[in-house]
Nanobody
Framework: QVQLVESGGGLVQTGGSLRLSCAAS????????KGWFRRAPGKEREFVAA????????RYANSVKGRFTISRDNAKNTAYLQMNSLKPEDTAVYYC??????????????WGQGTQVTVSS
């Protein structure tokens, strides 16, 4: 059974940093794209960042470009999201996901349970 577990969320002040981790178990996903999404209170889930299998190609939402960095360690079956210069509008539940394929536009088939990130002003 595939399971994704996010960790690293918490409460941080504006301008602070957090590093989210997403550990996968039950299967190896070294050939699949991985992504991060978020859902803020009262809003739809939105795309944050994605990375291809090798880590050589990434994509970011305009709202986080230059502040967030997605990475992965295939040996650990884990993806990361380094979040710097956090703003109150980054407050949301963050979800990691694994794609069906390697394309950054792939359909995401596996999802974690989410980790709360709260940025205080």
């Amino acid at each position: 059974q595939v399971q994704l577990v996010e960790s690293g969320g918490g409460l941080v002040q504006t301008g602070g940093s957090l590093r989210l981790s997403c550990a996968a178990s039950g299967r190896t996903f070294s050939s699949n794209a991985k992504g991060w999404f978020r859902r803020a209170p009262g809003k739809e889930r939105e795309f944050v960042a994605a990375i291809n299998w090798s880590g050589g190609t990434t994509r970011y939402a305009n709202s986080v470009k230059g502040r967030f960095t997605i990475s992965r360690d295939n040996a650990k079956n884990t993806a990361y999201l380094q979040m710097n210069s956090l703003k109150p509008e980054d407050t949301a539940v963050y979800y990691c996901a694994i794609g069906l394929g390697d394309s950054l536009s792939t359909k995401y088939d596996y999802w974690g349970q989410g980790t709360q990130v709260t940025v205080s002003s």
